[in-house]
């Protein structure tokens, strides 16, 4: 069809989509359409909205608490520091910090309770370059008390030990002896120590169930670790360099080190966080295509009730494919007035819950995070509209079908 014909079948196409119908029942089911393609494709972006925002705030959370990136043995849970190429990696242009890190699985005891946590032991630097200032939710950070008897908390695990800081209470830790084992006397057979809880704090993520936090060499000197890391943290200077520097630092460890960043090291994370979103967008667009189906009836109905006006235009000189272009048009046109109002109700619904936080959790007191979190996304518009012309285009081709040379079948 050449831009003639195609501006023609637009124009008819267009004076059809806002005349007055023979029928009242094709302006309610095509009203019908609109509404239901307007209410599936609000909630396709409010949903998809959300589970962004969702994800940006797991996001912020693991990057204010995972390094850039982890060095970890290929094979074992330690290595020798003393033959760790720590200067080299600290020449690289892109490198900020090297942290050494010493973690493995402790028991704790605290009063009456008891859990397994992993233990990891940092650095006095290690928590100011991490940032863990803004993931406090009590008590105060090391650089605040005095000595080397130290821990820091998750919030999961604060709880389930039933923590009180005003308490003043020591946390006992147990750690199975790595050499000698006496197997007469269970109680010989682990290290033990004594750490003062100074402070909790919470990552909305995983860690708040895993972690806990003491000197490295305390922790050294419970697990037997001394001249041993289990694993480095690099912070980089510049992010969007990480790939490369992540490859010069592989050259120089070789094969017996893995080097992840932050999205390899929550990697399943990820990609159940994708694979649910993408699930929700299948089963929304599925629903959108129902909703299409009241167009294609309306569509329908309409060329039914135009038969004389297409034997007319045919009669005029428009061909076969002009015809079913014109209502081909009209339900593209349909489709697309639903999906237009649909993507300008959801913006709305988003904007104001970014703005005014309207829907919270029970009763926004009782949760860290007190509202739903949305994040517009400029991709998933497109995606949107995209699907919508697809479903238009298909469910308006085949009532076009029907459409014969001189007479309606």
Request: proline share 3%.
């Given at each position: 069809?050449?831009?003639?014909?195609?501006?023609t079948?637009?124009?008819?196409a267009?004076?059809?989509?806002?005349?007055?119908?023979?029928h009242n029942?094709?302006?309610?089911?095509s009203?019908?359409?609109?509404?239901?393609?307007?209410?599936?494709?609000?909630?396709?972006?409010?949903?998809?909205?959300?589970?962004?925002?969702?994800e940006n705030l797991?996001?912020?959370?693991?990057?204010?608490?995972?390094?850039?990136?982890?060095?970890k043995?290929?094979?074992?849970?330690?290595?020798?520091?003393?033959?760790f190429?720590?200067?080299?990696?600290?020449?690289l242009?892109?490198?900020?910090?090297?942290?050494?890190?010493?973690?493995?699985?402790?028991?704790?005891?605290?009063?009456?309770?008891?859990?397994?946590?992993t233990?990891k032991g940092?650095?006095?630097?290690y928590?100011g370059?991490?940032?863990?200032?803004?993931?406090?939710?009590?008590?105060?950070?090391?650089?605040?008390?005095e000595?080397?008897?130290?821990?820091?908390?998750?919030?999961v695990?604060?709880?389930t030990?039933?923590?009180n800081?005003?308490?003043?209470?020591?946390?006992?830790?147990y750690?199975?002896?790595?050499t000698?084992?006496?197997?007469a006397?269970?109680?010989?057979a682990?290290?033990?120590g004594?750490?003062?809880?100074?402070?909790?704090?919470?990552?909305?993520?995983?860690?708040?169930?895993k972690?806990?936090?003491?000197?490295?060499?305390?922790?050294r000197?419970?697990?037997?670790?001394?001249?041993?890391?289990?694993s480095?943290?690099?912070?980089?200077?510049?992010?969007?360099?990480?790939?490369e520097?992540?490859?010069l630092?592989?050259?120089?460890?070789?094969?017996?080190?893995?080097?992840?960043?932050?999205?390899?090291?929550?990697i399943?994370l990820?990609?159940t966080?994708?694979?649910?979103?993408?699930v929700?967008?299948?089963i929304?667009?599925?629903?959108l295509?129902l909703?299409?189906?009241?167009?294609?009836?309306?569509?329908g109905?309409?060329?039914v009730?135009?038969?004389?006006d297409?034997r007319?235009?045919?009669?005029?000189?428009?061909g076969l494919?002009?015809t079913?272009?014109i209502?081909?048009?009209?339900?593209?046109?349909?489709?697309?007035?639903?999906?237009?109002?649909?993507?300008?109700?959801?913006a709305l619904?988003?904007?104001?819950?970014q703005?005014?936080?309207?829907v919270?959790?029970?009763?926004?007191?009782?949760y860290?995070?007190?509202?739903y979190?949305?994040?517009?996304?400029?991709?998933?518009?497109?995606?949107?509209?995209?699907?919508?012309?697809?479903?238009?285009?298909l469910?308006?081709?085949?009532?076009?079908?029907?459409i014969?040379k001189g007479e309606?079948k």
């Open positions: 069809m050449n831009a003639h014909h195609f501006k079948a637009f124009f008819i267009w004076r059809y989509l806002f005349s007055a119908k023979k029942i094709v302006n309610v089911i009203a019908i359409s609109v509404i239901g393609i307007t209410v599936c494709t609000a909630a396709l972006i409010i949903v998809l909205s959300v589970f962004n925002g969702m797991v996001i912020s959370n693991f990057n204010s608490f995972n390094p850039d990136l982890e060095i043995p290929a094979k074992g849970k330690c290595f020798v520091t003393d033959s190429p720590f200067e080299e990696i600290k020449r242009n892109n490198v900020k910090y090297v942290e050494e890190i010493v973690s493995d699985l402790v028991l704790v005891t605290y009063g009456e309770t008891q859990t397994l946590v233990m940092i650095s006095d630097k928590l370059r991490f940032k863990m200032d803004k993931l406090l939710i009590d008590g105060v950070l090391p650089k605040e008390f000595g080397n008897d130290w821990v820091l908390l998750g919030a695990n604060a709880g030990i039933q923590l800081l005003n308490r003043w209470e020591m946390l006992k830790l750690y199975p002896k790595r000698k084992k006496n197997f006397n269970p109680t010989d682990f290290n033990t004594h750490l003062l809880p100074i402070g909790v704090f919470a990552t909305n993520t995983d860690y708040d169930n972690y806990i936090f003491a000197p490295i060499d305390w922790v000197n419970l697990t037997s670790y001394e001249g041993f890391a289990t480095v943290e690099i912070s980089l200077k510049d992010l969007s360099k990480t790939t520097t992540q490859q630092i592989q050259n120089i460890l070789g094969d017996d080190f893995t080097i992840k960043d932050r999205y390899q090291q929550e399943l990820f990609k966080m994708k694979t649910e979103k993408l929700v967008y299948i929304l667009s599925f629903i295509v909703a299409a189906f009241n167009a294609l009836g309306s569509l109905m309409m060329i009730e135009k038969k004389e297409i007319i235009i045919q009669q005029l000189g428009a494919p002009m079913r272009n209502f081909l048009l009209e339900g593209a046109m349909v489709s697309l007035a639903g999906g237009v109002a649909g993507m300008l109700l959801g619904v988003c904007f104001l819950q703005t005014f936080h309207i919270t959790y029970g009763d926004g007191m009782s860290i995070i007190k509202y979190p949305v994040s517009m996304q400029w991709g998933d518009f497109a995606i949107v509209f995209v699907i919508i012309m697809i479903i238009s285009i469910s308006s081709y085949l009532p076009t079908r029907i014969k309606i």
